[in-house]
């Protein structure tokens, strides 16, 4: 049988000390990062494998990360979920940590989860999805001395390390592309303000707006496809029904686009709709969607790093990134009905 690669195999190759090494393959901060990619370099490069039960005893680390999914949540399933546990687990592996994933039917049932994966020392610290503007799930985490992260902020941030997609100012861009074909009228359906990025993507919007010189019209709350098309329908029902449409979520614009077909209104051509996510199911519509898209393994990839670093001791206020959402074009946007060479409408 061949030999295992041992820490001191590894650190002899390197010229380093043990606990160098082994620090540098904790990711320490005390390591420098050119060290860090060194070693990690070679590990891989001779087939050393730390064992996880020797270093979780000499630890106290089960050197894995949580992740607890709030199934009754009305987009727990969305396609992009795939996308972003790739993007974990493949960051986890390359530093030998593992993912726990765990499911809750409720908020309640949720929180208790939390306490269950710690208690059973399943969890070094977790991953939180969706944050809230105020968030139980960071009260709960901060009282237990648990390292997290969060994907988007909270309006208590102020010892949260985070990485968060400018959302808010891909709703902005989203307002200047349709005042560019020559919308006037362009309204925004938003999403539950419990959430922080639907405040920020409906600040986002009405700086656009702002920007443009025009008015705002709003429609906010919603979750659902068919709160998507409830909201379309009730603003066509105004005084001054919108020729355009900005999204907060793709799963809203969906819903919008259902809606407009069943009044007779082909998107892109009678009403321009923009949507933000990138999923799937937007891009097999027919047109595909106009949306702003995430890059979902990658933003799991860096929340999985960036926890890993707080688990290792780092200053939270060094964990904090930021990444643009990025326009994919569909055919569900273009100039108004009517558009005329100066800009206006007829």
Partial sequence: MERRVTLRDLAGELGLSKGTVSRALN????????????????????????????QSIRTGQSRSLGLVLQMEQHDAQRPFLAEFLRGITRAVSAQNWTLTVATAESEDEGLDTYLRLMAERKADGFILPRTQRHDPRITLL?????????????????DCAWFDIRGGQAMQQAVARLAGFGHRRIAFIGADPVYTYATK?????????????????????HATAKDGGTGLLALLEGEAPPTAVVCATDLLAIGAIRAAQARGLTAGRDISIIGYDGSREGQTLDPPLTS??????????????????????????????????????????????????????R
């Fill in 201 to 221: 993507r409906l600040h986002g919007y009405r700086a656009g707006m702002a920007e443009a010189g025009l008015s705002p019209l709003v429609t906010a709350g």
């Fill in 142 to 158: 901060r009282d237990a001395g648990c390292p997290f992260v969060l994907f988007g902020r909270t309006e208590d941030s102020d």
């Fill in 292 to 345: 702003f898209a995430v890059d979902q393994v990658a933003a799991g990839a860096r929340l999985a790093e960036l926890l890993i670093a707080r688990i290792g001791g780092a200053d939270p206020l060094t964990l904090r990134e930021t990444a643009d959402a990025v326009l994919r074009e569909g055919g569900t946007d273009g100039p108004p009905l009517n558009h005329d060479t100066t800009g206006g409408t």
């Fill in 27 to 54: 990711g320490y901060r005390d390591i420098s990062p050119a060290t860090i990619q060194r070693v990690r370099e070679v590990s891989e490069r001779i087939g050393y494998r730390p064992l996880a039960l020797a």
